[in-house]
């Protein structure tokens, strides 16, 4: 819910980034964040991340794993800092920009901060802190979305954007000491240097895997900016757009299924395993499929209502990486972690894929646009789910009797493609006169006058008209023919009837 709450507050940054930056600067801006993310991810390898490992079991070091965390934060992120201090032209070279070199210093900075204070949104995690984490979560989205929003709108500046950045996570920091302190007294004491050497050994092996996965997923990124401008950087990368409450339930759902798969494979259940992952890629179609459908149809509204028409070119680039949303079903993860040998494939098949990734792009970049360099960095991803789901298949020993677990995910297929089909008719031919009213509505009821603003109206509307359609027909026929279970059902209507009565309860209280 945290991050719910968080997604909420950041989902209106980029709308206002695009409306106030010019499209080069926003080419720069992303390019920049894009280092930063990157370097924030790989260069703690997984160190961060012991901390739900040790905080649970060595309750006599508990101290000593903080500050040995705090130390390798601080040194790795003083060197990337320093390195770009001296070397700026190490990111200009990347995306052959002179203003990114400018910049690079700036980045270096927010990059050392930020690896520092990130901390902040694990260790409560890893102390059993739920509600203290949670508090932590929704004040740094908070203060993050209200810093940088307050950046663009005052100085509509990537410098005073990364400003912003600094200042966020020199409060973050604060937040960070103040809650070490409180929670373990004197741990700037408990330094162990065979301690330290041991978190290492635990944490080197995660975070070599996630740079692995962070390479395969960001890659691409890279050599678009190499090759293009940096506006064309800012399309591509909007048409890279992903919603992120589509991977929070993804995540949610693979964190229940761990520990159950290791539970079912210790007892060698393989039946049951891929019964209840059948079960989960239900729970995550019946969401997936019609998100798909529906920005697949409006796929061009949908980017021009949230990024304005400037880019609209983004559209063709949304398209082909939507894609992956229907596979993201193929849920393996749970049962890969679960057989040692499994894990140790994995690895090597994404080193492998990956590797084929950097070759074809590196030999044929000047030959593609973008969406030829969005398409191969897809078929990567779905190159290694064949390689995975092939794996696991055999594993388990699934074969053809198998198949009637997956019927309803034939089912909703099914169904999403009569509401696609349905919504799509109404679209096609209702688009413009909705487009057109929205805009009246904008110009002469709201008053707007700003470009960017009668887009992001204008748009809502056609969407909200098109979702009028598909949601009803979606869930009425999902309904019909069982997609929607009655155990759901019930649970649905005990929901409501909690509100309701509460609501009720409140009135009569009033009375």
């Known amino acids: 819910m945290a991050k719910v709450i968080g997604f909420a507050f950041s989902f209106f940054l980029p709308l206002i980034i695009v409306r106030y930056l010019t499209l080069e600067a926003v080419g720069h801006y992303r390019e920049s964040f894009q280092v930063i993310t990157n370097a924030v991810m790989i260069l703690p390898l997984g160190f961060s991340m012991s901390a739900y490992y040790f905080l649970a079991r060595e309750s006599d070091r508990r101290s000593a794993a903080i500050i040995n965390i705090l130390l390798f934060s601080f040194v790795v992120g003083g060197i990337a800092c320093l390195l770009l201090n001296l070397y700026p032209e190490l990111i200009g070279n990347i995306f052959r920009s002179a203003e990114l070199t400018r910049l690079a210093p700036m980045i270096g900075v927010v990059i050392w901060i930020w690896i520092f204070s990130t901390f902040l949104e694990m260790v409560p995690i890893a102390n059993q802190e739920a509600k203290v984490a949670t508090a932590f979560i929704i004040t740094a989205s908070v203060s993050k979305t209200v810093l940088l929003g307050s950046a663009i709108l005052a100085f509509a500046t990537v410098d005073a954007f990364l400003y912003a950045a600094i200042i966020q996570g020199v409060i973050q920091t604060a937040l960070l000491l103040n809650y070490l302190r409180s929670r373990f007294p004197g741990y700037w004491r408990k330094f162990d240097r065979r301690f330290f050497v041991e978190q290492m050994t635990y944490a080197l092996p995660f975070g070599l895997t996630g740079i692995l996965w962070v390479a395969q997923s960001d890659l691409h990124n890279y050599f678009v900016g190499y090759q293009f401008s940096s506006a064309d950087f800012a399309i591509y990368a909007y048409g890279c757009f992903q ?155 699934l074969g053809l009797r198998h198949l009637p677990l997956l019927t309803n995910v034939a089912r909703t297929a099914g169904i999403t493609l009569l509401a696609g089909l349905v919504t799509w008719l109404v679209y096609r031919n209702a688009h413009e006169f909705l487009l057109t009213a929205g805009k009246r509505l904008a110009v002469n009821a709201l008053g707007l006058v700003r470009p960017g603003v009668i887009d992001f109206v204008s748009g809502s509307v056609v969407l909200l008209a098109a979702a009028a359609v598909f949601v009803p027909i979606y869930l009425i026929a999902a309904s019909f023919i069982g997609v929607i279970e009655d155990d759901e059902k019930l649970a649905v209507r005990q929901f409501f009837r909690r509100i309701f009565h509460s609501r009720d309860s409140a009135s009569i209280a009033e009375v």
């Open 243 to 397: 919603l992120p409450l589509i991977s929070m339930l993804y995540e949610s759902v693979t964190s229940v299924l761990i520990p159950r798969m290791n539970a079912l494979q210790l007892v060698g259940d393989h039946e049951e395993m891929f019964r209840l992952t059948a079960r989960a890629m239900q729970k995550l179609e019946f969401f997936y499929f019609p998100i798909y459908a529906f920005l697949l149809i409006t796929s061009r509204t949908f980017i021009v209502t949230l990024f304005t028409e400037e880019y609209a070119a983004s559209s063709s680039v949304f398209v082909i990486n939507l894609t992956l949303l229907p596979f993201s079903i193929l849920i393996t993860d749970p049962i890969i972690r679960s057989f040692k040998e499994l894990g140790q494939f994995f690895l090597l098949t994404r080193a492998f894929v990956l590797a084929g990734l950097i070759a074809v792009l590196y030999f044929w970049l000047g030959h593609f646009s973008l969406t030829g360099v969005i398409a191969v960095a897809v078929g990567a991803v779905l190159v290694e789910k064949a390689i995975t789901e092939t794996m696991v298949v055999r594993k388990l020993g």
